[in-house]
């Protein structure tokens, strides 16, 4: 039985194997065995604390496998994306170059380097074992951070966002990063982003202009990359599109790729997820009913499992033996529960500040 908790030590090995085989490689989640296990101590860290607002704190979290002891898949929440140092990005921007003399004006396309979403919370470090990937697992992995971030708002932003890797080429290179970042750098987007992963992206930042970019000026190859998402993971978006994630303005200084955000209280997993007391019925003798996410109450063993939302005349959910031990609740206690199933996604652009 799949389940979502908090990442341990013992977990250490499994997350190297699926930093190593992240399509693309995640800036988020080094291939690097010393950062790692810093990473799984900060998390234990803020797991284990009193929080009464979003700080630097990063949860992250495993899909494991209990019964055979397998470490499936990763997903980290960092709780103020700039509380340590800015959190920059790029910011698409419209400039208008005008004269009446010439009876000239002119819409310039441009990017301008921002740190507007430092305050927002990151879903972010995604990685999953390619076994399970568009299966209910790979949503429950996705959406179970929504869960626990709905459990305890104060620890977290209002608004959420998420930097999806942006579109690399057939020799696995950025166009927007060789018609940008390599003029500054004069190193490979690989080896850029390798660094970026075991240090921080602040330092790309240092170095990078000032100065608004004109998008004219880039190649043809860069701008048709500026907000577009690696191919691997065009799922993904959707899925975080349906849930009532928009486009944002902000693209990744990196690879220019989408960041989509939202206010959490308009997100479908908000908007749908119920408190229901827990009945304990044998499997074969609970009703048929949609999937969805359910998940206890308790923060430092947060557990969420994917099972049927089989509701009692009173209100009561009505779990297997087998998944209320996974979640740890006995009867009478309450779970958070939210459909699996979202709506069609709309594919929309914030028009507002960020």
């Known amino acids: 039985m799949l389940v979502i908790r908090p990442v341990t030590l013992a977990d250490l090995s499994a997350l190297e194997q699926l ?179 075991v240090r921080s992206k602040s330092f790309i930042a240092e170095v990078m202009p000032q100065f608004p970019l004109y998008l004219p000026l880039l190649t043809p190859q860069a701008r048709a990359a500026i907000g577009r998402e690696h191919p691997a993971h065009e799922e993904a978006l959707a899925e975080m599109l349906a849930e009532g994630f928009v486009r944002s303005r902000h693209v990744d200084i990196f690879d220019a790729g989408p960041i989509v955000k939202a206010e959490r209280e308009r997100l479908e997993t908000f908007r749908r997820a119920a408190w229901h007391p827990v009945r304990i019925r044998p499997e074969h003798a609970l009703p048929d009913a949609e999937p969805a996410m359910i998940a206890n109450q308790t923060l430092s063993d947060f557990r969420c499992i994917v099972a049927r939302y089989a509701l009692s005349p009173t209100g009561q959910l009505m779990l297997s033996p087998q998944h209320a031990e996974r979640l740890g609740v006995e009867e009478g206690r309450a779970v958070l529960a939210a459909p699996l199933t979202l709506p069609s996604a709309i594919d929309a652009l914030d028009e507002g500040e960020m």
């Open 19 to 197: 930093a190593e085989h992240a399509v693309p490689r995640l800036t988020n989640l080094p291939a690097n065995r010393e950062r790692l296990e810093e990473r799984i101590l900060r998390s234990q860290e803020a797991f284990a604390s009193d929080i009464e607002f979003p700080g630097n704190e990063h949860y992250m979290f495993v899909l494991a496998d209990d019964s055979r002891n397998d470490v499936l898949g990763t997903a980290t929440i960092r709780a103020q994306a700039g509380a340590a140092e800015a959190y920059y990005t790029y910011r698409q921007e419209t400039l208008i170059h005008a004269s009446q003399q010439l009876n000239v004006r002119r819409e310039v396309q441009t990017l301008a380097l921002s740190h507007e979403a430092s305050d927002a919370t990151l879903l972010c470090a995604l990685s999953l074992n390619p076994r399970y990937k568009g299966t209910s697992a790979e949503s429950l992995l996705r959406r179970a951070r929504l869960m626990f971030i709905a459990q305890y708002p104060e620890r977290f932003s209002r608004i959420l966002a998420v930097a999806f890797p942006g579109y690399l080429d057939s020799q696995n290179e950025s166009p927007f990063w060789e018609s940008v970042g390599r003029h500054f750098f004069a190193r490979s987007f690989q080896e850029m982003n390798h660094m970026a992963g």
